[in-house]
C-alpha cells in the first residue's frame, strides 16, 4: 500500500512541508489538514458513521458524517468530494455548504479542520474498511446520549465538537 503523504500547515493554512500519515499521527507539532462533511436528510437528521472496531482511533464510536484527510496538493473541497464518494458512495457532484474552518488538537495530533454541510435523502455505500455502520440521528437523540459527560458516550469526542461548533454557528441546515 502506498504511503499516505499529506502537507503540514502553519496557523494561516500555508503549507510549510509534508510529512507521512504515520508521522503526524502521533505528533500534535504536525498540524495537517482535514475535511468534516455533516450530512443531513430533509427530515433534519445527521448522518452518522460508526467507526470500524479495528481503527486506530476511536474504534467503535459514532463519529461525524464523514471526516478525511487532504491530500498532498489537494484542495479542502476536492478532499471533501473525494471522501464522500469514496467513505459513503455519495457522488462528487453532490452541493456542499461551507461551514467554518478551525483548528482541533489533542495529545496525539493536529488537525486544520474545515467543514461543510449537505443534504443527501439517497443510499449510501459505506467503505467497509473504515465504517462498521451507518443511520441518521434525530439531534433530540444524539442530545439525550451524550448528556452526562462524565460517562463515556457512543461518540468521539471530535463529533461533540463538530456539533458544538455547527450549533453555535446558528444550526444551519443544508438547501
Request: glycine share 8%.
Amino acid at each position: 500500500m502506498k504511503e499516505e503523504i499529506l502537507d503540514i500547515v502553519n496557523d494561516e493554512d500555508r503549507v510549510i512541508g509534508q510529512a507521512s500519515r504515520q508521522e503526524v499521527h502521533g505528533n500534535p507539532a504536525l498540524l495537517h489538514r482535514v475535511v468534516h462533511v455533516l450530512v443531513f436528510n430533509s427530515q433534519g437528521q445527521l448522518f452518522l458513521q460508526k467507526r470500524a472496531d479495528d481503527r486506530i482511533v476511536q474504534p467503535g464510536k459514532w463519529d461525524t458524517s464523514m471526516g478525511g484527510h487532504v491530500g498532498t496538493g489537494e484542495n479542502p473541497e476536492e478532499a471533501a468530494q473525494r471522501e464522500l464518494s469514496e467513505e459513503l458512495g455519495i457522488p462528487a457532484t453532490v452541493h456542499l455548504t461551507h461551514l467554518h474552518k478551525y483548528r482541533h488538537g489533542n495529545d496525539y495530533e493536529s488537525e486544520l479542520v474545515t467543514t461543510w454541510i449537505t443534504l443527501w435523502d439517497g443510499e449510501f455505500q459505506l467503505q467497509k474498511s473504515e465504517i462498521s455502520d451507518g443511520r441518521f440521528w434525530d439531534l433530540k437523540e444524539i442530545d439525550l446520549l451524550s448528556a452526562t459527560p462524565e460517562i463515556p458516550g457512543p461518540f468521539t469526542p471530535n463529533f461533540l465538537d463538530e456539533l458544538e461548533r455547527w450549533r453555535d454557528a446558528g444550526s444551519q441546515l443544508p438547501e
